[in-house]
Structure formats: structure tokens, C-alpha cells
């Protein structure tokens, strides 16, 4: 477990499923509310039960007790990366960005919508870099996306003088 002043991070357990569940659509009606919905609450709920924490890493940021961020890696993807309307730019999402990084220390890769500003720049001032833009047909709120990468800084090599 890390912590951040009150703020601390854990993997997620099967107990936080419903808790997951909520905080994602609070976050995606709040940060996207353009976006199509192409799932009902409950399906969103069986969908993080039943395959987002069975298929990848998940990692919660807990204040108060309480979920107030997750970050889901699957290999060198961050999947998903979402935080509690109201806890935002306090650096929880800082916090869960540095644990997928020392998850998979190499590289990541990631796709966020195009108009979700504020994503973009959070991506953009921790190091990931645009790689590909899409129009929407490869994920099913047909939604332009764009593809982001960061890759670690690798080491000065020493000439040998």
C-alpha cells in the first residue's frame, strides 16, 4: 500500500466491484457527457464484476475509506483510468498513474476520446505522446479516439573516451 497524505492505494478486491462500478459511471456522465451510452448502469455493474477486475490489474486510490479513483493495466495498456467527479486535480490520478508506470516500467499505451479535453492534457503533462488518431470505429460508442504512448527514458549510454 502507498500513501499520499490521506490517500491510499491498493489492489482492488472482489468487494469493490459495486463501488468501481458507481464511481465509473459518476466519473463518465461528469467528464463525458457527450458520449453515447451504449450500456445500462446494471450491465456497466456486471461488466466490472464479472471482466474488468478478472482480466487485468486494477488498482484503487482510497480516501476516507471510500474508492475515490482506479487505474485497471492489462500488460503494458492502461486500460482504464478514472476518478470521482470532485477529486480531481488533487493528485490521486497522479498517484494511480505512477503505479501503472511502475507496473509496467518500459512503456504504455492508452486511447481516450478525442474531445475529452481534460484527459488529453492530464496524458499529455505526465509524458504520453499522440501515436494514432482513430474516427470511431474500433470502439462501439463510435466516438473519434486518439491512441497515446509513454515510454521511459532510457538510460544515457557513456562513450567510452
Not at 482492488?12 to 468501481?20: G, K, R, S, Y
Not at 512503456?107 to 496524458?123: G, I, P, S, V
Not at 501515436?131 to 473519434?144: H, I
Request: glycine share 8%; charged share 30%; with cysteine.
Amino acid at each position: 500500500m502507498q500513501k499520499n497524505d490521506e490517500v491510499f492505494l491498493e489492489r482492488a478486491a472482489d468487494d469493490d466491484a459495486a463501488e468501481i462500478a458507481n464511481l465509473y459511471l459518476a466519473s463518465r456522465a461528469d467528464a463525458l457527457p457527450f458520449l453515447r451510452r451504449v450500456h445500462t448502469d446494471d450491465e456497466v455493474r456486471v461488466w466490472v464484476r464479472n471482466v474488468l477486475l478478472t482480466r487485468g490489474e486494477t488498482c484503487v486510490a482510497r480516501l476516507n475509506g471510500s474508492v475515490v479513483g482506479f487505474v485497471t493495466l492489462i500488460g503494458d495498456e492502461l486500460d482504464q483510468l478514472y476518478l470521482l467527479p470532485g477529486h480531481y486535480r488533487r493528485g490521486i490520478g497522479s498517484l494511480l498513474l505512477a503505479k501503472a508506470k511502475e507496473r509496467s516500467p518500459g512503456r504504455l499505451h492508452l486511447f481516450t476520446f478525442q474531445r475529452n479535453e481534460r484527459a488529453r492534457a492530464f496524458y499529455e503533462a505526465h509524458g504520453f505522446r499522440i501515436v494514432g488518431l482513430n474516427d470511431g470505429s474500433r470502439n462501439e460508442e463510435g466516438e473519434p479516439d486518439v491512441l497515446y504512448e509513454w515510454q521511459a527514458a532510457s538510460p544515457e549510454v557513456k562513450s567510452a573516451d
